[in-house]
């Protein structure tokens, strides 16, 4: 399994962004999918998650109401849409598949078997 990051870039506080990710492989809607972002020297943090069937999503309370994160199984894509963004939300984004399909443990990174390269994304305020 490949995972393929996209759609970083800069932009200005307020300002909109969508990360994809395209994954290869057939198992694809079998399972959960993630994003967690990283900034050097700090702890991988949860972003968002999804179940396999897009029918459950998962984010923390620093990016409710502003993040949205969907799937598309005929095209073996997730999404992150990331809107009002701010400063704080500079980071390198990573999706990742999780080993599960659904559920809470999908907040846990540790559980996640395949991971991206990343997509750098910055706020400028």
């Known amino acids: 399994v490949q995972l393929q990051a996209s759609g970083g870039g800069l932009v200005e506080a307020g300002g909109s962004l969508r990360l994809s990710c395209a994954a290869s492989g057939r198992t694809f809607s079998s399972y959960g999918m993630g994003w967690f972002r990283q900034a050097p020297g700090k702890e991988r943090e949860f972003v968002a998650a999804i179940s396999w069937s897009g029918g459950s999503t998962y984010y923390p309370d620093s990016v409710k109401g502003r993040f949205t994160i969907s799937r598309d199984n005929a095209k073996n894509t997730v999404y992150l849409q990331m809107n009002d963004l701010k400063s704080e939300d500079t980071d390198v984004y990573y999706c990742?598949?999780?080993?599960?399909?659904?559920?809470?443990?999908?907040?846990?990174?540790?559980?996640?078997?395949?991971w991206g390269q990343g997509t750098l994304v910055t706020v400028s305020s």
């Open positions: 990742a598949r999780s080993t599960y399909s659904s559920g809470s443990l999908l907040l846990t990174a540790q559980l996640y078997n395949y």
